[in-house]
Nanobody, 126 residues
């Protein structure tokens, strides 16, 4: 019932920016934890950023802190990930995810999330 669709990925050069968007249908994202993960070929899915919708608190992978910004838009029922100063090591498929229960604390563990989008490819060339 809950569907998440990521968009905004693409191919950019190092130092450039992309803005990813996670659009939800079937349920509001309000008061739910929403996270972004990424997965590069041959690697496990890695936590990138999360937002606690109710409080607005945000959490980041240390290597993206200061470069990436996660935000929410209740009117659009979306969560965005602004990615600046992109590096080749940011190359991956980026996924958004949310929990089936409201008011949960965002975690960096993929198994803690219940609904996932299909992902959007981000490729950063050097």
């Amino acid at each position: 019932q809950v569907r998440l669709v990521e968009s905004g990925g693409g191919l950019v050069q190092a130092g450039e920016s992309l803005r990813l968007s996670c659009a939800a249908s079937g349920r509001t994202l309000s008061n739910y934890a929403v996270a972004w993960f990424r997965q590069a070929p041959g690697k496990e899915r890695e936590f990138v950023a999360a937002i606690s919708w109710a409080s607005g608190w945000t959490y980041y992978l240390e290597t993206v802190r200061g470069r990436f910004t996660i935000s929410r838009d209740s009117a659009k029922n979306t969560v965005d990930l602004q990615m600046n100063s992109l590096k080749p090591e940011d190359t991956a498929v980026y996924y958004c995810a949310t929990d089936r229960s409201p008011y949960t604390l965002p975690t960096g563990t993929a198994a803690e999330y219940d609904y996932w989008g299909r992902g959007t490819q981000v490729t950063v060339s050097s």
